[in-house]
């Protein structure tokens, strides 16, 4: 597949280009989401928080309650994998 317009004149190998992609996206949609935080989520934090529970529930069963100390750093490989992953689904983009 052909990559994006602009990734293929960039000096450095694809999967450099698309995870620094991934983490700008992340980054944009983290300040987006979490810049009008409120008790009655809206439909992006809903969302948002739908995804994150998920993890911290799969986490609880795995690992159980002293593995909570871990939720941080495994919840965002998670959301990084799940991004680069569904990069594919868009036209131009390849996962990685």
Known sequence: MHPFLFLD???LPPHVTYTWV??????LFSFLVTRR????????QH???VI???IRDL???VMGPTGLKFFPLIATIALFILTA?????I??????
């Not at 991934?22 to 980054?27: E, F």
């Not at 935080?37 to 992006?44: F, Q």
Request: net charge negative.
């Open 9 to 11: 004149k960039l000096p």
């Open 22 to 27: 991934i983490m700008l996206l992340l980054a």
């Open 37 to 44: 935080l409120s008790i009655y989520p809206g439909r992006v």
């Open 47 to 49: 969302v948002f928080e």
């Open 52 to 54: 994150l529970g998920s």
């Open 59 to 61: 986490m609880l069963d």
């Open 85 to 89: 992953n569904l990069l594919g689904i």
């Open 91 to 96: 036209p131009g983009f390849e996962s990685i």
